[in-house]
């Protein structure tokens, strides 16, 4: 059976200086076959898709997501994940990582086997495997995370969750002696690590880099803070060049200040956008029960009833604005935050997170005010709005 060949024409496209030009780009099966500047030349295609001068950016990629629309990892359903998946893709995402926090052995084992099942039937954004974001982490900084569920890495339950291969990432405290194994464990089966909800010092994490460590879990959030004669792990992620530091842009769990000097720190290949987004994403302002506890959506942010931050209601193409409002640099260039990036924090980088020949066709078209209004998954159109 012949591939499905489809010319996505009169888009723009947009260079690291904001230049905007007109293209094209040709479509066969879930890959890009082509694309360029100008008239597409004339050839045969079974669907003409006119993008009607809107931006073209690579579709993003969110590895750490928890929920949207009433629906959470932890008691997930397939059509709920379904239905999480759809609207990943309304907002631009073309993959995520099913990510579970912290609970009980069998409440992360179910969510696992739900993510096996959609894996290959979604209807929006592709799932791309998952990360688990607990349940080995700091008491001492568990966030909204429960710390009754919060434990050492042990080695039966860890190996039950590596040997289903769904995992991509794994973010864990390390300085705790039990967890690290696990994550030389991780970095031999290529698993990404990411300290996270930790309370390492520097020099702790100066220790786990050399064990395996690459990325830091939203940097600035849940961990041990940067001071001038202890630099945390917040110092240490600024300082070595190598971290990964994920970043919930929503101005709300970091200050923009704090944004922009997180990019001047790391530069722009080494900052990772990401939602953090849980069950109330997408829904009304009001009152919610996240991971069982009480918790309120107001002005945009989700707190518990002490206040703490409870994940976001954030998604990726408001971060994306969020980021390029804070640092006044370039959407062409920051758009590789919300792409590239997390495409390459979990080796994914030679298919997805850019828009070049034989990459996957993942894309979104966005107007000026990066409002979404198409997204194509691996050739597909899961998404169109106008
Ligand atoms: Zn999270």
């Known amino acids: 059976m012949s591939k499905t060949t489809i010319l996505l024409k009169n888009v723009q496209f947009i260079d690291e200086q904001d230049n905007r030009n007109t293209g094209w780009i040709s479509i066969e099966g879930h890959q890009i076959r082509s694309l360029g500047k100008g008239q597409p030349k004339d050839f045969p295609v079974d669907l003409v898709l006119d993008g009607q001068g809107l931006t073209v950016l690579p579709g993003f990629i969110d590895v750490h997501t928890h929920g949207a629309l009433g629906h959470e990892m932890l008691g997930i359903t397939e059509p709920g994940l379904q239905e999480m998946s759809r ?13 579970p926090w912290t609970a009980s052995h069998e409440a992360i084992r179910d969510a696992l086997k739900v993510t096996r099942a959609v894996m290959g039937n979604e209807v929006g954004a592709k799932i791309l495997g998952a990360h688990l974001e607990g349940p080995w982490l700091s008491v001492a900084r568990c966030g909204a995370q429960d ?5 050492p890495a042990g080695r039966e339950e860890a190996l039950e969750f590596l040997n289903t291969d769904l995992i991509r990432l794994v973010a864990v405290a390390p300085e705790v002696p ?5 994550i030389r464990e991780c970095t031999r089966r290529g698993i990404t690590v990411s300290a996270g909800h930790t309370n390492a010092t520097y020099a702790q994490i100066q220790a786990a880099i050399q064990m395996g460590v690459t990325q830091v879990t939203h940097c600035f959030n849940a961990m041990s803070p940067f001071n001038h004669r202890e630099p945390g792990t917040v110092g240490a992620a600024l300082d070595f060049p190598q971290l990964m530091c994920e970043l919930i842009a929503d101005n709300i769990h970091v200050h923009p200040a704090a944004m922009r000097l997180l990019v001047k720190a790391k530069g722009v290949d080494h900052v990772i956008l990401i939602s953090d987004s849980i069950n ?15 918790v309120t959506v107001k002005d ?29 640099r370039p959407l062409g260039e920051m758009v590789r935050l ?6 390459k924090a979990i080796h ?3 298919h997805k997170g850019h828009l070049s020949r034989n990459a996957d066709a993942d894309l979104v078209l966005v107007d000026e005010k990066l409002q979404v209004h198409l997204t194509m998954v691996e050739g597909k159109v899961v998404y169109k709005q106008f």
């Not at 710390?147 to 434990?151: G, L, P, T």
């Not at 945009?300 to 390029?324: C, F, P, Q, Y």
């Open 87 to 99: 609207f990943y893709a309304s907002h631009g995402v073309t993959g995520f990582l099913a990510t």
């Open 147 to 151: 710390k009754s569920f919060i434990r």
């Open 178 to 182: 039990e967890n690290e194994w696990l």
């Open 280 to 294: 109330a994403a997408g829904m009304p302002e009001g009152d919610y029960l996240f991971k069982d506890a009480h």
């Open 300 to 328: 945009g942010a989700v707190r518990l009833d002490d206040g703490t931050l409870a994940g976001s209601i954030l998604t990726m193409e408001r971060a994306l604005a969020n980021i390029v409002a804070a640092t006044g």
């Open 338 to 343: 919300a792409s590239f990036n997390p495409a």
């Open 348 to 350: 994914l980088e030679e």
